[in-house]
């Protein structure tokens, strides 16, 4: 069965997650018409199909797998939507069932977003400003992860943010604390390769726990950091980030199972 190829950049679309004094976060997304193009570029238009249950709060997504002679179905719940609600909660199931056959799963690696205040327009709360992503590129290994990223603001014609994997980008002063690990600053000194790969991977369980986990997801992550005795960036290795990402995989089924 084919893979899906990974989203460029005129895919994914930017929406506005919290507004504070200093900025405003960015969550990158991708729409239910993206998925339908590339289900039908994959594997064509006539080897898909989706079925709704429990009022479209559930969506199976099967692909018909021409060697075992089946259909072959994932699926997942979305939530409702602001407005259009049956509309907006078929969608979401949709594009997370989507996300279950890989399609755009590569924006969980996206790094915490935080555009400043000089680099858009807030006022009273609000931001009107439309964001795009300019530029963005994955890793070469095949894991769908994202290496480099560029945000413009379409308002403004500027870019707003620039991103490149191991960079060290702190999020801003109101953001919750995380277990403070040991590293020499990288304007003093560059990171060890061992301290660059932590931080990678710090960055990557920090998204995973904001998906996994509605209220204070650093908190939890934090807990988990201290269980596996994560007091420095070189001690974040692969086997600790394994560990620690499956922690959070089992705390989400435990959650569905619960459901």
């Given at each position: ?9 005129d ?8 507004i ?26 006539m ?9 479209n ?14 259909w072959?179905e994932?699926?997942?719940?979305g939530t ?10 078929a ?10 056959w ?12 935080f ?16 964001f795009?992503v300019?530029?963005?590129?994955y ?21 707003c ?8 980008k ?15 600053p990288a ?12 931080e990678d ?5 920090t ?21 596996h005795n994560?007091?420095?960036?070189a ?7 394994k560990?620690?990402?499956?922690e ?12």
């Amino acid at each position: 069965m084919n893979r899906f190829r990974t989203l460029k950049a005129d895919e994914i679309d930017c929406r506005i997650g919290q507004i504070k004094k200093g900025g405003l976060t960015l969550l990158l997304y991708k729409d239910a018409r993206c998925d339908q193009n590339i289900l039908d570029e994959a594997v064509g238009p006539m080897n898909w199909q989706r079925h709704h249950s429990r009022d479209n709060a559930n969506c199976i997504v099967s692909i018909w797998d021409d060697d075992k002679k089946q259909w072959i179905e994932k699926e997942d719940t979305g939530t409702e939507s602001r407005t259009e609600r049956e509309k907006g909660l078929a969608s979401d199931s949709f594009k997370r069932a989507c996300f279950n056959w890989g399609i755009g799963r590569e924006l969980y690696s996206a790094p915490f977003i935080f555009i400043k205040a000089t680099d858009c327009n807030i006022e009273d709360g609000k931001c009107y400003d439309n964001f795009t992503v300019d530029t963005i590129e994955y890793q070469p290994d095949g894991q769908r992860e994202i290496r480099h990223l560029i945000i413009r603001n379409e308002k403004t014609g500027r870019i707003c943010y620039h991103w490149q994997i191991g960079e060290r980008k702190a999020a801003p002063d109101n953001e919750p604390e995380q277990v403070k690990m040991n590293a020499t600053p990288a304007s003093v000194t560059p990171y060890s390769p061992e301290e660059a790969a932590g931080e990678d991977r710090k960055r990557l369980l920090t998204q995973f726990a904001k998906l996994a986990y509605e209220t204070a997801p650093m908190k939890k992550l934090n807990e988990l950091f201290i269980k596996h005795n994560v007091t420095s960036l070189a001690a974040l290795t692969d086997d600790v980030y394994k560990a620690i990402r499956d922690e959070i995989t089992a705390d989400i089924a435990s959650k569905k199972g619960a459901a």
